[in-house]
């Protein structure tokens, strides 16, 4: 069964530091993979996500991810953060082709101070 | 807003009693699925179903089951409640099969439940 590890459960930044927060999934076959975010008081939205193709992803505010498919790692980055970026980040992974479990990693909650 | 709406959004109750919980996807969206999120274990996969049909499964207690109704919305029901079913409980909507609809999640407010 596929699972997903991310590494820091809380981080703290100063405002224009950069980001990395790690994810590593456990599963052979073919994955696609997503990080989402859930601010204070909000609901979870998807920030990015990799199908195939470029392991580069970009998504919303300015966040990239690259997957690594030799380290089953998809990092989360940001080369900048903001106060605004003070939020909870969750990695998930969907075996494709498997079946429709999208299972997610326990969270990494990030404070930025400002 | 995200279209995907849960009631009750709060709800407290006793160790033995069974509650139920309630989604409404977005417009449209096929699949519902369960997570049960606590501070210890995170976002848990509950279960999936799509179009009616239960399509994935993942740790849900044989005290909790779901279905689907064919106008689509979803129920989630707890039942025997243990103190350590306290937990925020999301509902999360997507297009289609995860393949064909990308896997974007669409997810509620979520439910918070106490169980004292």
């Known amino acids: 069964a596929q699972s997903v590890s991310q590494h820091n459960h809380h981080v703290i930044l100063s405002e224009a530091a950069s980001l990395e927060l790690g994810c590593n999934y456990s599963?052979?076959?073919?994955?696609?993979l997503f990080w989402y975010v859930q601010y204070p008081g909000q609901h979870l939205q998807l920030l990015l996500k990799y199908f195939s193709g470029d392991p580069l992803v970009k998504g919303i505010k300015g966040f990239e991810a690259e997957f690594i498919k030799s380290k089953f790692s998809f990092n989360l980055r940001k080369p900048s953060v903001q106060w605004s970026d003070t939020a909870e980040y969750f990695c998930a992974v969907n075996a494709r082709n498997r079946d429709d479990k999208i299972i997610f990693g326990k969270g990494t909650r990030l404070h930025i101070l400002p | 807003d995200s279209g995907v709406t849960q009631t009750p959004k709060h709800l407290i109750t006793a160790t033995g009693q069974r509650v139920t919980l309630r989604c409404s996807p977005r417009?449209?969206?096929?699949?519902v699925y369960w997570y049960q999120q606590s501070l210890d274990q995170g976002l848990q996969f509950l279960i999936q179903y799509y179009n009616g049909e239960e399509r994935a499964k993942g740790n849900i207690l044989e005290r909790f089951s779901a279905q689907q109704f064919p106008d689509l919305h979803s129920e989630l029901n707890l039942s025997s409640l243990e103190l350590g079913d306290s937990a925020l409980y999301f509902c999360?909507?997507?297009?289609?099969?995860?393949?064909?609809?990308?896997?974007?999640?669409?997810f509620g407010e979520g439910s918070r439940l106490t169980v004292l």
């Open positions: 999360a909507s997507s297009g289609g099969l995860a393949g064909a609809s990308r896997g974007e999640l669409f």
């Open positions: 417009s449209g969206d096929l699949s």
């Open positions: 599963y052979g076959g073919t994955v696609n």
